[in-house]
């Protein structure tokens, strides 16, 4: 085979490296939202994904062709439990990077005077999610930590002080009509070859003994493969982050059912509070899920939209 005469687009983006397994069901936070604001909140909630629905909004979308006409959104419904705070953490800004400093895991275990605020860069508050609270078998709960933003480093150490062994809802964090982030664990997809997992191109027939193969791999000199070059190996499973999720409604099951006849497939029945956000949520369903305040982009409106008719509607097998 001679040299190629057309050049083509690579293969697969490098955004996503390295394309391996999560360490964890747990999505890692690795930035949080600055919030300009006198009293202090938390950034994020733990959730579960239940399944997909159907909401038709009136689109409040000003200099758009369909502005206040009905618009259908595929949606994506979470299940969300009341979270337990169970601690407080303190962290140092120092050589670069974050490091702990002081832990706070009930409530009377320390006072205010105590707590090294001085040299406090970082508040974060300690939550617990129970997976049994929305119907999973998981017997351990799921700890993790939430940023914690708004007015000075003595206010947001107090406002999780007084948190400490309390029960938040996800109605006290967000709002409708808010846009928030979405982070979780893919689904999983195994160990895949470089034309499903980065879509190279199956090669010509007879070309080669090989069809589903990258035709060369790299030139003899240097005699290496580089990272660039789309090779078989892990494909899905990976952490992942949806950005700007409108929060169209939320509820509880008791008042305003949401789920489905025969339930959601793979979940079961939506007990307790639950919110519907716009598009889709990274993982299969009955996987973790953390809500978070929108990192980048405060300037769309942030009015609670006008919802027409929510459909649950399960596709026939």
Do not use: C
Not at 291 to 317: C, D, H, W
């Amino acid at each position: 085979m001679g040299h190629r005469k057309h050049s083509a687009p690579r293969r697969g983006s490098l955004a996503y490296r390295p394309r391996g397994r999560a360490k964890s069901f747990v999505p890692r936070i690795r930035t949080w939202p600055k919030v300009e604001a006198e009293k202090p909140i938390l950034l994020g909630f733990p959730g579960y994904k239940a399944g997909t629905a159907h909401v038709i909004t009136v689109d409040d979308r000003a200099k758009t062709p369909n502005f206040g006409k009905p618009l259908f959104n595929m949606s994506s419904v979470l299940s969300l439990p009341d979270t337990q705070v169970v601690g407080l953490r303190l962290y140092r800004h120092e050589n670069g990077q974050d490091m702990a400093i002081a832990d706070v895991k009930q409530a009377g275990q320390t006072t205010m005077e105590k707590l090294p605020l001085g040299k406090t860069s970082r508040v974060t508050a300690v939550v617990s999610s129970v997976p049994r609270d929305v119907g999973l078998s998981q017997k351990k709960p799921v700890v993790l930590e939430v940023g914690v933003s708004g007015g000075d480093v003595k206010a947001q150490a107090e406002f999780v002080m007084g948190l400490l062994g309390k029960k938040v809802k996800f109605t006290d964090v967000f709002k409708v009509g808010m846009y928030v982030d979405v982070l979780g664990i893919t689904k999983g997809k195994g160990f895949e070859g470089p034309v499903t997992r980065f879509g190279v191109k199956r090669k010509q027939h007879k070309s080669r003994k090989s069809v589903r193969a990258v035709g060369v791999i790299g030139p003899w000199h240097p005699a290496a493969v580089m990272y660039t070059v789309a090779r078989a190996g892990q494909m899905g499973f990976h952490q992942r982050t949806e950005t700007g999720k409108r929060i169209l409604l939320t509820g509880n099951a008791s008042a305003n059912p949401v789920t489905p006849p025969g339930g959601f497939d793979h979940f079961g029945n939506v007990a307790g509070d639950y919110a519907v956000v716009r598009g889709s949520v990274p993982g299969p369903a009955s996987r973790f899920v953390l809500v978070r305040l929108r990192v980048r982009g405060y300037t769309k409106s942030q009015n609670p939209p006008q919802v027409i008719e929510v459909s649950t509607r399960q596709r026939k097998r």
